[in-house]
């Protein structure tokens, strides 16, 4: 029997490990599907339980240096205190902090010895340039004793994974980026080893005078600090679903032999009497049974204004009653309720594996071997023809010249510079602009964003109900009418009222006092303020005092999303205020710019067709998806994936955060929820959706300079390796000696980083 399990991954390095994982259980009989992700270091797997299991599938990866982090029985108890366990959520935090405080402690060692070695190559270049004098004597004999050791520590302490990766490489012909880096480190280590400790037996074969200490240390380094930084961003790639949990009420108030009693979620059934007062969390799904309330439900649907609930209505965990009480019947718990689902929605989602591999990676896995033979064949052509013609003395001494040169200029380094310097550039210009970037893979997908998704509450709109209109009837100034609505809408504890009486305040309104006050249940209010008798409310309450008013005017206003509040004594109505969720002022502008880059803008949410529909038309909305509940939000982002669209979602609510990690590129409003936030690649500081468009500026310029980065990191290699090999040598007497190769290696990734910093003057 077939079963599908994510599990997270221990030992994951870069982007080629994930290939060697799935590449081998794939081998393994049973497994019919294997997809590793190393964005957050899981493994989807499906396989036959009756022929392999979890244990055979970690013991088979283990060579390779990975392992599967499986649940125990314990961890598979559904009770709330172990859920975020089964869901696979800090399995191995513990095990990354240490092992990031293991690797921030190395970088502080090695930092200041890569300093000394740069300084050191400066001044050799300077002297060879007569910019600088020759060091003395002294200074070279110190130096040539102090690089050796700092190259050991370096190669074999900070640099031990890289020797892992060529020992794995070696054993079990696999390559990642660790086994380039460890090639590269580990033949110029060697060659400079073995040079000081038979110099004078070499000194007839080759010159002696050039080593490559410097270089093992400065490439060890650089690799181990961008390591260590993508180490560090990628910690949090739990905390989405941590944060969903968060939401989950620890304990319910449930009835029981006559008795109001609290207990723990997990122990929570179907059938339970649950009671909730006011500011409580709802602990599961139910139907009311008896009271009233107004209850938040922004983290479900996504709308601002709390909805009234009565008995018959249903009621979700998660969701938070403002106001009132009342008791409901338990229908849905544990991993039945919406919440549950929403939070199982964004860990697939999460573990869902992007089509877009690092360039870099995908070449490693040739690059090695490739450079390996190359520079074998140049030595043996070295010793077989060259012996022949200029005698095996010479022959030898340039076939070992050309054999670590060819090693030596094809040490990755710049390979290994040209994605990340241009990303911590990036990221840094972006954070600057108020985007912030999560990860390098976002960054490199936005670029490609043909479709651009939205939720309209907190994205194209404030997110919370404001008073954006008075038509007044009356004698009175507006300021009056206001403040006679606000002093008696402050008696009320209904949204609407709230964002009357803020509008008060914010304009510095003055309030009076009312008297009398009455709640006119479903209607609205009325009280005494100066001696008259005042009324506050909807259309119903109006109908019943009989009054005329226009209709039509209502519903059109009604028809672009907007709540009319009445005020009106019993003879006339003396005004008419409209609270609605206004547009956010850079909206507008904002989707003209995305439609001049040619994307495509659909809106979806869980709000009424006919506010959306107004709300699309005055921005400039492409396709409109109203009145849609958090599955169909993902499902629309998948519809989109499957017509070959590459996918970027913008929005705010715990409701958006399943389709915000689905989506190609999840983009949340930093005036959004925690969750939303997680779930998504980029956060747009204030909430402004006009910084979607620098974004996606900045991700092509990014890309570009990605791109001529990998450029200047290769062309010194089709250049170099080939006059490195002595192929230039019969016609003109050219061969790369090492320590222009070193050279060579050390100006690419100058270009590299130089090229990288270019982006940082650049406006997006």
């Known amino acids: 029997m077939n079963q599908t399990k994510t599990l997270k991954i221990r030992g994951m390095h870069c982007a080629s490990c994930a290939s060697i994982i799935e590449k081998t259980l794939k081998k393994i009989g049973g497994v019919e599907s294997a997809q590793a992700n190393y964005g957050n270091e899981t493994l989807k797997v499906c396989f036959d339980e009756t022929k392999t299991n979890c244990d055979e599938l970690s013991q088979k990866i283990e060579p390779f240096g990975y392992s599967l982090i499986i649940p125990t029985a314990k961890d598979m108890n559904m009770s709330e205190s172990e859920h975020s366990a089964h869901l696979g959520i800090n399995q191995s935090k513990q095990e990354k902090l240490s092992e990031l405080k293991d690797m921030r402690n190395k970088i502080y060692s090695i930092i200041p010895l890569a300093i000394i070695s740069i300084f050191i190559m400066a001044w050799d270049i300077s002297a060879q340039l007569k910019v600088l004098p020759e060091m003395t004597v002294f200074w070279k004999e110190f130096f040539h004793h102090l690089l050796p050791v700092m190259a050991t520590y370096a190669l074999f302490v900070v640099g031990k994974p890289y020797l892992l990766g060529v020992y794995r490489f070696l054993r079990y012909g696999k390559a990642n980026m660790d086994t380039l880096i460890g090639i590269g480190t ?40 961008g390591k260590y930084l993508e180490a560090r961003s990628k910690l949090k790639t739990g905390d989405a679903i941590e944060k969903l949990l968060d939401l989950q009420a620890k304990t319910a108030l449930v009835v029981r032999g006559g008795k109001e009693i609290e207990i723990p979620i997990g122990e929570v059934v179907h059938g339970d009497i649950i009671v909730i007062k006011p500011a409580g969390k709802i602990p599961v799904d139910g139907i009311i049974l008896d009271g009233s309330s107004f209850v938040d439900e922004s983290m479900i649907s996504g709308e601002p204004i709390p909805v009234e609930k009565k008995s018959g209505d249903t009621v979700v965990a998660g969701t938070i009653n403002t106001s009132g009480s009342f008791t409901f019947k338990a229908t849905k718990v544990g991993s039945e309720t919406l919440l549950a689902n929403i939070v199982r929605m964004v860990e697939e989602a999460q573990g869902s594996k992007a089509p877009i591999q690092a360039l870099a990676d995908k070449i490693s896995g040739i690059f090695v071997p490739i450079v390996l033979v190359l520079a074998f064949v140049s030595l ?71 479709v651009v998704v939205v939720d309209k509450t907190g994205t194209l709109t404030h ?257 170099g390796i080939p006059l490195a090999g002595g192929l230039f040598f019969p016609f003109f007497g050219w061969v790369l000696n090492p320590v222009f190769a070193g050279l060579a290696m050390a100006f690419s990734s100058v270009s590299v980083v130089g090229n990288s910093l270019r982006i940082k003057v650049k406006k997006l």
């Open 463 to 719: 997110g919370k109900p404001e008073l954006v209109s008075v038509q007044n009837f009356s004698n009175k100034t507006d300021a009056e009418i206001i403040s006679i609505l606000a002093t008696l809408e402050n008696k009320s504890e209904h949204p609407i009222a709230h964002a009357v009486v803020s509008y008060a305040k914010e304009n510095k309104i003055n309030l009076s006092t009312v008297n009398n006050f009455e709640a006119v249940k479903g209607k609205g209010l009325k009280g005494n303020i100066d001696g008259i008798l005042y009324y506050a409310g909807n259309v119903k309450l109006v109908q019943e005092l009989n009054l005329s008013f226009d209709v039509k005017l209502i519903e059109k206003e009604t028809l672009k999303g907007k709540t009319p509040v009445i005020l009106a004594t019993s003879e006339k109505i003396l005004a008419i205020v409209m609270v609605a969720d206004a547009v956010k002022p850079e909206a507008i502008s904002a989707i003209a710019d995305l439609h001049k880059l040619g994307i495509k803008v659909v809106m979806l949410t869980g709000d009424d067709k006919n506010t959306a529909k107004h709300i699309a038309e005055k921005v400039g909305i492409d396709e409109v998806v109203a009145e849609v509940m958090p599955e169909d939000k993902l499902n629309k982002i998948k519809e989109l994936q499957s017509q070959g669209k590459i996918v970027a979602m913008a929005g705010d609510g715990v409701n958006d955060a399943p389709a915000l990690a689905q989506a190609d590129v999840g983009i949340a409003m930093a005036t959004g929820t925690d969750v939303a936030i997680e779930s998504a690649g980029i956060t747009l500081l204030h909430g402004d959706i006009s910084k979607l468009v620098k974004a996606i500026n900045l991700s092509k310029m990014t890309m570009r300079g990605i791109k001529q980065n990998l450029f200047w990191a290769f062309i010194y290699n089709i250049v």
């Open 380 to 450: 043996v052509s070295w010793l077989i023809i060259g012996t022949n013609y200029l005698g095996f003395s010479q022959a030898l001494s340039l076939g070992l010249v050309s054999f670590v040169g060819i090693l030596v200029i094809a040490c990755p380094c710049a390979l290994g510079l040209a994605t990340p310097t241009a990303i911590i550039v990036g990221v840094g210009k972006g954070a600057r602009e108020g985007i912030l970037i999560k990860d390098a893979g976002t960054l490199e997908k936005l670029h490609k964003v043909n």
């Open 186 to 225: 580990s033949v110029a280590f060697l060659y400079s080893f073995i040079v000081g400790a038979f110099e004078e037996s070499l000194k007839q074969f080759i010159n002696v005078e050039n080593v490559y200490f410097d270089v093992v240390i400065v490439v060890i380094a650089f690799i181990a600090l």
